[in-house]
């Protein structure tokens, strides 16, 4: 497992997507409980917390425009499970989510890890459905990893508990 960036040695699981995809509602909701306003992110890294007592979840915004960087390796080398949200809603950034997910899926460090593809924002009613997404991320070429995809809805906390055990489950599994 070794030590990561934070100096800690727990198992992280990372939680990727674009901008807007709803990382900060999400980690909002798993934090409280509650949702409060948010805002933009700034830089990469939008914080660290405990999952549970053995699990912590770093997360990050993988804009388009934003490279790979450097110091990702460090967090990316202790990663147990990759969760990558996208805006069911935004079938207009689909694409460039899928290139953002390919791209960090192609890291050595996460070679072999287990992928969760939450749809968010589920609760709109012009959202994507989960086989038209799976289809845009290309999600049956993965087929080197365990991968799953569920629907969710971090403002309303639908879905979510059931997502992050799927999870444990899947770092469980492989
Ligand atoms: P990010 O951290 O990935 O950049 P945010 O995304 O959590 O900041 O969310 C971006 C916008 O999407 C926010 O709206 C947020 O309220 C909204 N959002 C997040 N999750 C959901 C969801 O499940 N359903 C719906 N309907 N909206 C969601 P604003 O208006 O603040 O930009």
Redesign the pocket.
Known sequence: MGQNASGSSVPQVILM??????????LTRLLTGE?M?????IGFN?GMFELDKKTSLTVW?VGGQKNMRPNWRYYLEGCKALVF?V?S?DSARMPEAQRALRKVLSDENLQGVPLMVLA?????SDSMTIREISRVLDLNSYSDRLWEIQA?????GLGLQQAFLSVSKLIKKS
């Open positions: 997507g674009l901008d807007s995809a709803g990382k900060s509602t999400l949702v306003d948010t805002s933009p992110t939008v915004d949200v805006d809603s968010n924002k589920k609760d709109l969710c809805s971090a403002l309303r």
